[in-house]
């Protein structure tokens, strides 16, 4: 069968919310994670389905006092698919950002949204399309 979203990267990356959202629309340059990627290239940007009130909360206090910017309430934040693709140029142990925490950042360029895909998610990088039947999506 024919791949029902050619052009969207193989491969993605899970980042729960709201960080996934701010990527995609809020110009957060750098993923902070634990462990370093050698991986390098377009990745589709997955919303988890996981967060909590406490998350959000710290998050809410970060974006909108230090960085002055809007963040949607929890409710509106796309959670369990494909939200957007980035292109991964880097990953560093420093960033000028404010949005670098550490203590790896992997570096995104060319961000853009993408119609939302309910998919599950999974660790690490993972091939989103082999988990669209699980979720209820598309029979590919």
């Not at 309910?118 to 988990?131: E, H, S, T």
Request: glycine letters at 8%; hydrophobic letters at 45%.
């Amino acid at each position: 069968m024919a791949d029902p979203f050619p052009g969207l990267p193989l491969l993605a990356l899970s980042i729960r919310q709201p960080w996934a959202y701010a990527i995609i629309h809020l110009g957060k340059p750098v993923e902070n994670r634990t462990w370093e990627t050698l991986k390098r290239g377009p990745i589709c940007i997955h919303a988890a389905k996981g967060m909590t009130q406490a998350e959000w909360w710290r998050a809410f206090d970060f974006i909108t006092d230090d960085l002055d910017l809007m963040l949607p309430e929890p409710a509106n934040l796309p959670r369990g698919g494909i939200i957007g693709t980035a292109e991964i140029v880097d990953c560093v142990r420093s960033h000028p950002s404010p949005w670098f925490f550490g203590p790896f950042g992997i570096v995104l360029a060319n961000v853009r949204p993408v119609e939302f895909i309910p998919v599950k998610g999974a660790l690490n990088f993972f091939d989103w399309r082999k988990n669209l039947k699980e979720s209820g999506g598309s029979d590919a």
